[in-house]
Structures are given as structure tokens and as C-alpha cells.
């Protein structure tokens, strides 16, 4: 079974511009969620989707949105970049089907900001 | 007060020890708990899951929970250098986002 997949792998953008990063869950799997790494505040929730629904969000500005497709991908938006935005940024797949659920993780998407 | 806190590290242990990781999380209504390893430069791993009291045990992993203490615990038995990385505690309150501790980072010496 194919695992979570993200593109792309690396990504360079300057201030102010905007970047869409993609992430394939794991077949069958029907949530997902986008989380922030930093070295400074750790992990951080974005947001879940599940069936093309934002179910949950975290605590980040609009700049940040994201959308899910009836083949359960999703992609995630950032506009206006900021240097602070630089960040390894985590897709994590589920069944979301029950509260008990596991989240699988992709290899990510380091995006850095200039 | 965070949601999941862990144990500062860095822990360092030798080759064939036991590690002992904590976490304690503040929602009381918690109901799934989780650990992840994550290499350096990687993304985290997904190595265990405990939803009910006692422990659970897989491999030389050992995970703990106790709910009326809001307190769960890894034990890396025999631990091996290939252990060697940043233990992360994850925690779904009563919705379906995963709150993270800051984690522990585990060293293994040979």
C-alpha cells in the first residue's frame, strides 16, 4: 500500500509571493490534515479535511487555507509570504473515521522563505 | 498551560537500557493517545497507540497510560543507537486535530 505523498519535496519563495503545496493520502484514507513544523514552536495544527469538508482548523492566519478534492487530495495555500512562514509543513493522512484514528504522516515539504 | 507537555531531554542512554519517556496532557476529555518517532530531517513515525488504562506492548516498545493522572508514558526497552531520535507525544482531545508535545530527544550510546 502506497504511502502519504507530498509535492513538492522543496520549495524557495520570496516575501510576498504565494506557494500551493499538494499532498496524496494513503488509498481509502478520506481525512487530511496539515500541520507546520518549526524548530521553535515544534508541531502545529493547520487544519483537517475530511469528504472535502474543513472539519477542524488551528490557530493560523487566513493567509493559510487549504481544499480538499473528491479523490481525497488536498493542497494547502499560503499567500503573502513571510520570512516566518519557513517551515518543514506536514501532511498526515487518516481514515477520520473515528476518534481513535492514526494519522500517517508524508515525508513533507520544506518550503523556505527569502 | 500547554496541552501535552514531555520531559526535557535530551535523554541519553546506553546500548541495552531501558528509556523512559513521559507526557502528561491538560484536556481530560482525551481520549487517543499517541507516539512518534522522528529521525533528524524526517517526518514523524507513527509507533504507537494506547486508547485504554495499563500499558501496551509492541515489540520493545511499551506504552502507559493512565487517565485520572492524565499521564502516558513510552518505555524503549534494550534500547538500540537505530533509537536514537526525537520522541513525540500526540494527544486528540474531543475533536480530530493531534496536539503535539515539544519532544524528547533520545540518544542511544553504543
Known amino acids: 500500500k502506497a504511502g502519504v505523498t507530498q509535492t513538492p519535496r522543496y520549495l524557495i519563495k520570496t516575501r510576498g509571493q504565494q506557494v500551493t503545496l499538494s499532498c496524496s493520502p494513503i488509498?481509502?484514507?478520506?481525512?487530511v490534515s496539515w500541520y507546520q513544523q518549526t524548530p521553535g514552536q515544534g508541531l502545529q495544527f493547520l487544519f483537517e479535511?475530511?469528504?472535502?469538508?474543513?472539519?477542524n482548523k488551528g490557530n493560523f492566519p487566513g493567509r493559510f487555507s487549504g481544499r480538499q478534492f473528491s479523490n481525497s487530495r488536498s493542497e494547502m495555500n499560503v499567500s503573502t509570504l513571510e520570512l516566518g512562514d519557513s517551515a518543514l509543513y506536514l501532511c498526515?493522512?487518516?481514515?477520520?473515521?473515528?476518534?481513535?484514528?492514526?494519522?500517517?504522516f508524508g515525508p513533507g515539504t520544506r518550503l523556505t522563505v527569502t | 498551560q500547554k496541552e501535552v507537555e514531555q520531559n526535557s531531554g535530551p535523554l541519553s542512554v546506553p546500548e541495552g537500557a531501558i528509556a523512559s519517556l513521559n507526557c502528561t496532557y491538560s484536556?481530560?476529555?482525551?481520549?487517543?493517545f499517541f507516539w512518534y518517532r522522528q529521525y533528524s530531517g524526517k517526518s514523524p513515525e507513527l509507533i504507537m497507540s494506547?486508547?485504554?488504562?495499563g500499558d501496551k506492548e509492541d515489540g520493545r516498545f511499551t506504552a502507559q497510560l493512565n487517565k485520572a493522572s492524565q499521564y502516558v508514558s513510552l518505555l524503549i526497552r534494550d534500547s538500540q543507537p537505530s533509537d536514537s531520535a526525537t520522541y513525540l507525544c500526540?494527544?486528540?482531545?474531543?475533536?480530530?486535530?493531534?496536539?503535539f508535545g515539544a519532544g524528547t530527544t533520545v540518544t542511544v550510546r553504543a
Open positions: 488509498s481509502g484514507h478520506r481525512s
Open positions: 494506547i486508547y485504554s488504562n
Open positions: 479535511y475530511f469528504s472535502e469538508t474543513q472539519r
Open positions: 498526515a493522512s487518516s481514515s477520520g473515521l473515528a476518534i481513535t484514528y492514526e494519522q500517517y
Open positions: 500526540a494527544v486528540i482531545p474531543n475533536d480530530y486535530k493531534l496536539s
Open positions: 484536556d481530560r476529555v482525551s481520549q487517543s
